[in-house]
């Protein structure tokens, strides 16, 4: 199939454009590089052999969407497109629903009036708010989220839920994504956070490369083992794979579908530092902070639907993801600037 990938030149969309482009798929890239660099074009391309077509333009730009639409024969569209930064979300929270919610409707109104209405959106584990039950299947009832940037993925689900029932023409698959980390073996592809990470592995990293001091562990009295918070770490090789995994139910015309990709595995803070330094070799000094707002004790995943109705289930453990997110950052202490 030929794929827009909007937002294909960030974290998730790059790595998802390689696993796309080694199951014989071609693609398209549609960025702004509002969070992320032109540099990575290249990098996919010496990965993957393979010249890549891409546009710098926004999703909320009709008009360059319409040229796209009218020059590429595309067949479905991977939307990673949006912003994604809790805290500054709650700073900005016009800016993240005009930008994720207006741009997404622009980018679906063009679509269908191409005739293109084949969709698989990312959205998030943070649409369970504060989960009903552990491990959190798809049958969870969707929560109260904390911040607007949940919102918009919630949001996005209704709306885009709501398109595919009013016309069945539509493929819309939701995938629910619980915490990516890792990067691709190359070590040339990665998360490249600007300013302070606001995630856990990219901190870790640059402390481990030298660029912070320590680690602030929010809170040790949460209702866990140890007392900090448990997430669903998983691999971001594999949350690319689960899409290309997704592509296929597509062809089948799936209608409306809803999957999470997890790992089922629940780590503690603790657990993911002490695993960082195992699998690099370099200690993670940490000090214990105060809770952060919003923060959940647990959230981990049971992907058993992705199992059985994909065929998809994450491959790489927590010592592959520790190891691949440090060859990354050391490999490309400063991200893309180097
Ligand atoms: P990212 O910021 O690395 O990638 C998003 C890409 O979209 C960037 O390259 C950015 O430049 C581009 N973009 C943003 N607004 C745009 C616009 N208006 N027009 C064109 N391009 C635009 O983020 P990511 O981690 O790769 O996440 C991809 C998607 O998955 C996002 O929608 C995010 O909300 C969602 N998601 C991410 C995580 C995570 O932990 N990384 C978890 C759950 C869901
Ligand atoms: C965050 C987002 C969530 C998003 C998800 C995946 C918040 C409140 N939620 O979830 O909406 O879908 O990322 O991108 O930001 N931690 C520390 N020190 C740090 C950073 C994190 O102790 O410097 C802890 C957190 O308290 C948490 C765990 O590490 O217990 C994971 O944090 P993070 O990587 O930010 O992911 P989530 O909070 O799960």
Redesign the pocket.
């Known amino acids: 199939m030929r794929i827009l990938v909007a937002g294909g030149a960030g974290f998730i969309g790059s790595h998802t454009v390689v696993e796309l482009a080694e199951a014989g798929h071609e693609t398209v890239i549609l960025d702004n590089f509002s969070n992320s660099s032109e540099k990575v074009i290249g990098r996919i391309e010496a990965i993957t052999g393979k010249k890549i077509t891409f546009y710098k333009a926004d999703i909320l730009d009709k008009g360059a969407l319409e040229e796209i639409f009218s020059k590429e024969k595309i067949d479905a569209v991977i939307h990673f497109a949006g912003l ?1 930064a ?2 500054e979300s709650v700073q900005k929270p016009w800016e993240y629903y005009e930008n994720n919610i207006a741009g997404t409707l622009t980018l679906v109104d063009v679509m269908r009036k191409h005739g293109v209405k084949n969709i698989i959106f990312s959205s ?3 649409v369970y708010g504060n989960p009903a039950f552990i491990p959190i299947t798809e049958e969870c009832p969707k929560g109260q989220c ?2 607007p ?2 919102w918009t ?1 919630s949001m996005l689900e209704q709306i885009l839920s709501d398109i595919q029932k009013a016309d069945k023409e539509w493929n819309v698959i939701l995938l629910r ?4 980390i890792g990067a691709h073996k190359s070590g040339t592809i990665g998360e490249n956070p600007s300013g302070v ?5 990219p ?1 870790i990293t640059q402390v481990a490369v030298g660029k912070r001091e320590e ?5 040790n009295d ?1 209702n866990t083992p140890d007392g ?4 669903d770490y998983i691999h971001v090789v594999d949350l690319a794979k689960g899409h290309v995994k997704a592509l296929k139910k597509i062809e089948e015309n799936a209608g409306l579908k809803i999957y999470n990709l997890g790992t089922g595995i629940g780590y503690s ?1 603790i657990d ?1 530092v002490k695993n960082f330094e195992e699998a690099s070799g370099v200690k993670i000094p940490y000090a214990i ?1 105060p ?5 959940i004790d647990t ?1 981990y995943s049971d992907a058993s639907r992705a199992k059985e109705e994909l065929g998809w289930e994450a491959e790489n453990g927590i010592r592959e993801m520790c190891e691949d997110s440090w060859r990354w950052q050391k490999n490309n202490p400063n991200g893309y600037e180097d």
């Not at 990470?197 to 592995?201: A, C, K, R, V, Y």
């Not at 809770?291 to 923060?295: F, Y």
Request: glycine letters at 12%; a positive charge.
């Open positions: 994604k809790v805290a998030s584990a943070t904390t911040n940037y949940g993925k994504y619980f915490n990516p990470p606001n995630n856990l592995m901190y680690l602030g562990v929010f809170g949460y900090t918070g448990v997430r803070v993911i902070k809770r952060r707002a919003g923060d959230c």
